[in-house]
């Protein structure tokens, strides 16, 4: 295991992240969606680093098993709060393919949200399907085609509660 990215070095970039966000919805409500279960660590970290109030929910939603992606979507959870007329922030851990972050923000749009962005921790520099989301809105840290896990990544479920962020393909 190679780790790439530091408990301090996470906790910095989260920081300055929550500032950016902070001031781009300093004029409105937020309501930020948190993807389950690997956004949960930077989420936490996130939502406590950007002062405004917000609203927070949870999307229960998988595209792997076994440490392969399946290519579909498998939408768990629904979230609680109504996404009609909402600015939404949705926070998962990694932009990989893109498919999920894009099916997940198409969904909250089809749903009535007025505006969707997105936060990644880490952002891959790898090709994405037509069917992907280009690039977040706010990236913690960008990559290569690593297989990560630590802060929330994770192998079949496990490495998740690691305080940095780890490659496993060394």
Not at 4 to 21: F, H, N, P, S, T
Request: glycine fraction near 10%.
């Amino acid at each position: 295991m190679e780790i790439l990215y530091r408990a301090d070095e996470i906790a910095a970039r989260v920081a300055e992240l929550g500032k950016e966000i902070g001031e781009y919805y300093r004029d409105g409500k937020l309501t930020v969606v948190v993807l389950m279960t690997g956004g949960l660590y930077f989420a936490a970290d996130l939502t406590r680093a950007i002062h405004l109030p917000i609203e927070l929910d949870s999307l229960g939603v998988a595209s792997y098993h076994c440490c392969q992606s399946t290519g579909e979507i498998d939408f768990r959870s629904p979230p609680k709060l109504d996404p009609a007329g909402r600015d939404i922030l949705v926070v998962d851990e990694v932009l990989d393919t893109g498919v999920t972050l894009k099916c997940v923000r198409d969904s909250l749009l089809g749903h009535g949200a007025k505006r969707v962005r997105t936060a990644v921790m880490v952002e891959k520099t790898v090709p994405r399907p037509e069917n992907g989301l280009d690039h977040a809105d706010w990236t913690g840290f960008v990559t290569g085609p690593r297989y990560l896990v630590g802060y929330g990544l994770d192998a079949d479920e496990q490495y998740r509660n690691l305080p940095y962020i780890a490659a496993l393909d060394v």
